[in-house]
């Protein structure tokens, strides 16, 4: 009972949904829809620790084909794994560590088949923000870094659309207005990926019998928005996707008989959401949704492995902003109640672990595989609230401060976790908004402080011995940030940030169970450059340099992160002249991880009497350093028979450097086998629009 009473006290706050006595809407000439949020604008009070990527960097991006997440390893301190495999790191962090969501909806995954393209459409994404660490109460559910995808909510058309036609995919988008109230969009995507796996086994060594299935996936989104009063507004969306795909594993690949033979994979996911927004100019701004999620996630390898799990989520979500004596205080609070069955399966197998070189995901007692199928409603409760205030302003100086709570209850643990999180600001200096050429002033300084907290996932609580007695892991950020407008087209900014990690749950061989025992750190630093000059020319600069540490055990010793990358450089530009658009992007970061070879044992399996080599690794080491060029070209066609659109071509890796992937072993344990990352790839798509 005392979890229900914390929980109610913090989201007792009233929840203004709003009454207008004027309904009218006001009479929009032409057929633009003008549906846009209510952006208060409140000077210091509004500051956010988050990064945000607009329409138009993503349409314009080079090196992605046009992907609006792939937009994000530009980012100082967020990377992707490689060029195959879009798991982002976020300052060190690992992919269980992030949290998508795109329009308030929970994004099951957010790459096709690990990398290949991600799983919603670049057209209407309006802006995406990037929350890499140290932010408020705002965002809770199990994470420390938050990427928040909004799409567009209007149009200047009454009817339009887009195809685009590449090489390993083609996908329509179509949207529409609905008078003078209303917009609307539906758009789905399709691959048709043969050809370019006839190609692999050629550009990159790949034998003929690996892929007995050619990848293939879909995913789909749509929304509909409709002004209902000048203060209320309704939003019904939808998204879904779906990745499947089969590789056979011979002896060239994996030395024991039981794990050879077909690897298939299957992950689809859907999510629909009702959401209820209500604003009001100064005063305050809310929002509550109802949604519901479905995702499962199915792995079938080897000799009878199996690894299946599922999980629904129907979840209640309200938010609210309210502005007290405008613009000097701003109160938030919100909720999530959260309903979720989940479901797993387990033929003597567990997911991949970051960390253990030498994995082996089979569960195994006495020889036999252990069979788990376990059923169980789970539920979480989260509320919070927080309060910015303006607390000080005179002689050029103006300080402010966030301070919020966010509590969360889950029931399989039964644990109530309570995290304080805050900020406090200052800017120095008057503000120069008319100022041209180079200015010192003002600068804006800020530090963060964030507790978070992530629940176990479902399957450490039940594969395995009994595992009940796992308590939530721990994270604890500090960061220091400065921003800074150098001149009117100019800005940088720098952040400094350390990371506290404690009681990360991996799986330990000797108990066959998982436990609270791993922990960590990170401390890093970024630093970024942004130049515009109108929209003709935009210039860009990052680095990075993040060391992320982790300590399997208390009998281990610390260790670097395996998707953690020290040193990272992005240089970029855009420019643009008439109907043609020029794009360069240049990367330098760190090699991968990799245990070197020391020696190699006999093994004698005890039950099969199989004998088979097993590797003795030495010294966990790093690849020769990664860097790409990568070149864009767009040309714009006004108009063609009725019909606008454009031709893109891109060169990825220009130079054909030769970057490493991984290094893996021959079968008998004797040498290193280097396995390279993309070649030079030509990469051209047609859009058209209408």
């Known amino acids: 009972m005392k979890h229900f009473i914390v929980f109610f006290l913090i989201i007792l706050p009233f929840y203004a949904f709003g009454q207008d006595d004027d309904i009218e809407i006001d009479k929009i000439s032409g057929d633009v829809v003008t549906l846009p949020p209510v952006v208060v604008e409140s000077g210091r009070i509004d500051k956010k620790p988050k990064r945000t990527i607009m329409s138009d960097t993503i349409s314009s991006a080079v090196g992605t084909g046009g992907d609006p997440l792939r937009v994000l390893d530009k980012l100082p301190s967020v990377g992707v794994l490689n060029d195959f495999v879009g798991i982002l790191s976020v300052r060190g962090g690992g992919p269980e560590d ?5 329009d308030r909806l929970p994004l099951g995954y957010p790459f096709h088949l690990y990398g290949i393209v991600s799983t919603m459409n670049a057209e ?5 923000d990037v929350y890499p660490g140290g932010y408020g109460v705002e965002f809770g559910s199990n994470s420390q870094a938050v990427i928040d995808i909004h799409s567009r909510s209007r149009t200047d058309r009454s009817v339009g659309g887009k195809l685009n036609l590449n090489p390993v995919y083609s996908q329509g988008f179509f949207e529409g207005s609905i008078g003078n109230r209303g917009y609307w969009y539906v758009f789905g995507r399709r691959s048709y990926m043969g050809p370019l796996f006839e190609l692999l086994h050629v550009l990159l060594e790949i034998e003929n019998d690996l892929v007995t299935e050619v990848p293939r996936f879909w995913s789909y989104q749509g929304k509909f928005v409709y002004q209902l009063t000048k203060t209320h507004r309704l939003v019904v969306n939808a998204l879904g996707a779906n990745d499947v795909g089969e590789l056979n594993f011979t002896s060239d690949e994996v030395s024991e008989s039981e794990l050879r033979g077909p690897l298939s994979l299957e992950n689809p996911f859907d999510s629909q959401g009702i959401h209820f927004y209500s604003e009001k100019i100064d005063t305050f701004k809310s929002v509550l949704s109802l949604s519901r999620s479905f995702s499962r996630s199915n792995l079938a390898y080897g000799d009878g492995y199996l690894y299946r799990d ?16 405008f613009p000097k205080t701003l109160l938030e609070s919100g909720f999530d109640l959260s309903i979720l069955p989940s479901n797993l399966v387990s033929v003597g197998a567990r997911p991949l672990e970051e960390g253990d070189w030498d994995f082996d995901f089979r569960l195994k007692q006495d020889g036999e595989k252990i069979y788990t199928d376990i059923s169980q409603n789970i539920h979480r409760i989260e509320g919070y609230l927080q309060a910015t205030q303006d607390l000080f302003s005179a002689f050029y100086t103006d300080i402010y401060a966030t301070l919020g709570i966010r509590a969360a209850y889950y029931n399989l643990t039964d644990n109530l976790s309570v995290q304080p999180r ?17 200015s010192l002033l003002p600068v804006d300084l800020r530090f963060m402080y964030g507790n978070y907290v992530q629940s176990p996932r479902f399957y450490q609580l039940v594969l395995g011995r009994d595992n009940f007695d796992i308590s939530p892991s721990h994270a604890t950020h500090y960061v220091l940030a400065l921003e800074k407008n150098l001149t009117a087209e100019t800005r940088v900014e720098v952040a400094g940030y350390y990371k506290d990690l404690r009681d990360m749950i991996t799986y330990n061989l000797t108990h066959r169970r998982y436990e609270n025992q791993r922990t960590g750190s990170v401390r890093g630093i970024e630093v970024s450059l ?100 990568d070149l864009r070209l767009h040309y714009s066609i006004r108009s063609i028979f009725g019909l606008k659109g454009g031709l893109t071509l891109e060169l990825w890796n220009a130079y054909n450097r030769t970057n490493i992937l991984q290094v893996r072993y021959n079968a008998n344990y004797t040498k290193e086998v280097p396995v390279a990352q993309l070649p030079l790839v030509p990469f051209l798509a047609i859009n058209l629009e209408f």
């Open 98 to 102: 992030n949290i998508y969501y795109f």
């Open 124 to 128: 209407v994404i309006n802006n995406i």
């Open 310 to 325: 599922s999980e629904s989520v129907f979840s209640l979500r309200g938010d609210v902003q309210y502005w007290v004596k």
């Open 422 to 438: 805050g900020l406090l600001g200052v800017t120095i200096g008057p503000e120069k908004p008319d100022t041209v050429g180079f």
């Open 530 to 629: 942004e130049h515009d000059f109108g929209d003709a020319f935009r210039g860009w600069l990052a680095y990075s340099f993040t060391l992320s540490k982790r300590q399997d055990s208390t009998k281990d010793k610390e260790r670097e992160f395996m998707f953690g990358t020290p040193n990272v450089l992005s240089v970029g530009l855009n420019y643009k002249i008439e109907q043609f658009e020029f794009g360069a992007t240049w990367q330098y970061k760190s090699g991968v991880l990799y245990a070197t070879l020391e020696d190699r044992e006999r093994y004698t399996n005890p039950f099969t009497k199989n004998q088979t080599w097993i590797p003795v690794y030495g010294e966990i080491v790093r690849s020769s350093p990664y860097h790409r060029l």
